[in-house]
């Protein structure tokens, strides 16, 4: 039996924390008796721990690390399909395969996830509304499931086999099973570089108004919202959007050698932030500087920086010092959808609970997983420093997003009532049929599970 | 990968440890062509079809159980695998019981001995022959353990201590032909050996002391510590009196 570490692990917004029985294997040996190991009550496998809540998380019960297991396994250029392990990070794949001119078909705002975690939160991106969530480009899942005699198995699903538990998994929060393998497939891109596109608009009006015209059909759009002002001008934003750059539309000497683009430099949040540094009036100047520094613009950036801004400063969390914050991410359809935003925005601002970070999309079609967030109409996410107060006022912007039809997205999540659940998720009776087949005993379980009545 | 590829032939033994990993990568990363050798077959061809597809690499993996070899054979297939032209054996396979299970279990400290001293040993005798003249390199996977005795962890000391004696020996015996030997001393590296363990600190990262194992061979450099401030603790360490070093309790 590999060793176990008893451990105090809190996702990205280091709220909340609990202690953990924590192994985190390097082969595949000891990835099944990290499985099997009966002096855990269950598992949940965990990767570069990037969701927000408490997803891979499991008080005082078992985690399985990932990050080790990161093996990219077989490549296939000429269908993009890349065979890997659950551990690999969409970091060493651009590392190893943009040179080479392929990009994740969809990619979160940052490149230190793990290819299970994408799969187990059906993680989107900027281009949403065009290429669908991670689910879209998941051709097949390896998964270790428990059998009646403590021993684990290993099986391939996918479209073809055992449709209804690949589709499960996606977006399934890693409760269906420990993703060993899969497959996923990779997009030919022109460059490793971004045409980009800022422009500012005054108000959320026109920012809404803005997805429906040329800015909406880019491929990569997404609008950054400032919450804090009010009256004309709220919900003044900068529309951010991009297009893969062809070759011949690179200034001078990139266009040689499209691929090569620079690796960002990287710094590192050296401390834990006191909590007084963020404050309504420090957001406020930040986000005033960043709407004014916001030229409209059109530039080449490499696809680095376009994607993962917050990558280049390691550890970006702890400006939230010590108490951490939760990120909010909700999803209302398009029909009352500016209404829903505007009540839900009122509300935060009302609150004075300042978001550094607040964005804004339009996603496009729902993929085939009963848990997966995404679904067509107005997302938007915010970060929010972690207060005694803060979970009184998510549960206010839960009851208005029920109200619109909207949900809220599980992988940033730690405070959800679970009666929300079923109406948030109408194809949840779908999925727990999945886990009743597959785990009837609950060797799977987190602190998200438990939380939401999951393992009922 | 615009990079000038370095192309040396490394054969890597004990393929699977977290540190051996790092090493492949970074070879790997410069181009070289490499056999993967370990216990577990499955392991090495995982880590092998890893460096293919990410550094579009040439990679075997060869079973090999250092308890249980015929190291002539294993030159032969690995210069089979490389075509003849081995630069590089890096030895990395290591077995750490806990001190107080390996007292008084005969059993455990022969595993101990074979496992990281005289398996080192043999396989060395073995390829340095087929070592490329000049420009090879032996560089093996010790331990800042083997520097000084210590009542916690002495019998996994020893072995280290042995390996070390060896090296320090077969460098110059070497030196002629051009064939340089690295002994590498690693402080904690954050592996399946050292997870989980109390009394942990700096612990670095795996790949990183793989990259920087992989520049001393460049550089070929005599001895590492990894990471490189290690050599200033072990410096102290080494230097402090018998009859003081008795009385600590380390």
Not at chain 1, 84 to 89: I, K, M, T
Request: aromatic share 8%.
């Amino acid at each position: 039996m590999p060793r176990r570490k008893h451990e105090s692990l809190a996702c990205w917004g280091n709220h909340p924390r609990y202690d953990c029985e924590s192994a985190r294997p390097e082969t595949w040996h000891a990835l099944d008796s990290s499985c099997a190991d009966s002096e855990v009550s269950s598992v949940i496998a965990r990767g570069l721990g990037r969701s927000y809540g408490d997803a891979s998380l499991n008080q005082d019960a078992g985690v399985i690390r990932t990050e080790r297991l990161d093996r990219a396994l077989r490549f296939d250029e000429d269908t993009g399909v890349l065979e890997a392990e659950a551990g690999l990070s969409l970091k060493a794949i651009n590392d190893a395969f943009l040179p080479r001119g392929f990009f994740p078909g969809v990619t979160p705002g940052s490149a230190f996830v793990t290819l299970g975690g994408a799969i187990a939160a059906d993680v989107h991106g900027k281009n949403h509304h065009t290429d669908g969530s991670f689910a879209r480009w998941t051709e097949a899942i390896e998964l270790l499931l428990p059998t009646d005699n403590g021993a684990w198995e290993a099986r391939w699903v996918s479209r073809d086999q055992d449709a209804e538990l690949f589709h499960a998994t996606l977006g399934g929060m890693g409760l269906t099973g420990v993703i060993r393998r899969c497959r996923v497939r990779l997009k030919p891109v022109p460059s490793a570089y971004i045409d980009a596109s800022y422009q500012r608009v005054a108000n959320l009006d026109e920012a809404l108004e803005g997805f429906t015209g040329a800015f909406g059909d880019r491929t990569y759009s997404v609008a950054w919202i400032d919450c804090l002002t009010r009256g004309d001008n709220a919900g003044r934003s900068v529309l951010i959007g991009g297009e893969h750059a062809p070759t011949d539309s690179l200034p001078g000497e990139l266009g040689t050698d499209p691929y090569a683009a620079p690796k960002p430099k990287r710094k590192r949040v050296p401390i834990n932030f006191p909590s007084i540094a963020l404050n309504p009036l420090s957001v406020r100047a930040f986000n005033a500087c960043y709407y004014r520094t916001s030229r409209p613009s059109g530039r080449i950036e490499p696809a680095r920086e376009f994607f993962y801004p917050l990558d280049s400063v390691l550890e970006w969390n702890r400006i939230y010092g010590k108490r951490g914050f939760q990120q909010y991410q909700v999803v209302v359809p398009f029909e009352n959808g500016a209404a829903a935003v505007r009540t839900l925005l009122d509300r935060i601002t009302r609150a004075k609970a300042a978001s550094f970070l607040a964005v804004l999309k339009a996603m496009g079609a729902s993929s085939e997983g009963p848990l997966s967030f995404p679904m067509p109409g107005w997302t938007l996410a915010l970060d929010l420093p972690h207060t005694k107060r803060l979970d009184a006022l998510l549960h206010d912007l839960d009851a208005i997003s029920v109200e619109f039809g909207g949900r809220r997205y599980l992988a940033k999540d730690a405070s959800l009532l679970p009666e929300h659940l079923p109406t948030m998720y109408p194809r949840l009776e779908e999925f727990m049929r999945v886990r009743d087949r597959v785990d009837p005993h609950r060797r799977l379980s987190s602190s998200l599970s438990r939380r939401l009545g999951l393992d009922g | 990968m615009s990079q000038e590829r370095s192309k040396h032939g490394t054969v890597i033994v004990g393929a699977t440890s977290a540190i051996a990993r790092g090493i492949a990568r970074a070879c790997a990363e410069r181009g070289d062509r490499l056999v993967l050798a370990g216990r577990d077959l499955d392991e090495c061809e995982r880590i092998a079809a890893d460096v293919r597809t990410r550094f579009g690499v040439e990679s075997f993996a060869v079973r090999l159980d250092v308890e249980d070899m015929d190291p002539s054979a294993f030159v032969q297939a690995c210069a089979e695998r490389l075509e003849g032209a081995i630069d590089r054996l890096v030895l990395s396979q290591g077995f750490m019981a806990e001190q107080s299970d390996a007292q008084g279990n005969p059993a455990l400290v022969a595993r101990t001995q074979t496992v990281n001293l005289t398996s080192v040993i043999q396989l060395c005798e073995a390829f340095v022959p087929h070592l490329r003249v000049p420009g090879g390199m032996v560089c093996v996977v010790s331990s800042v353990a083997g520097d000084r005795g210590r009542p916690s962890n002495h019998i996994y000391g020893s072995s280290k201590a042995g390996v070390n004696a060896y090296l320090e020996g077969l460098g110059p015996r070497l030196r002629e032909q051009g064939v340089g030997v690295l002994t590498v001393k690693p402080g904690f590296v954050d592996t399946a050996m050292t997870w989980g363990l109390p009394g942990m600190f700096l612990v670095a990262d795996p790949q990183d002391v793989g990259n920087s194992i992989v520049r001393a061979m460049q550089k070929r450099r005599h001895v590492i510590y990894t990471p490189f401030f290690w050599r200033g603790i072990m410096l102290i360490i080494r230097s402090i009196p018998g009859a003081i070093f008795r009385r600590l309790s380390l």
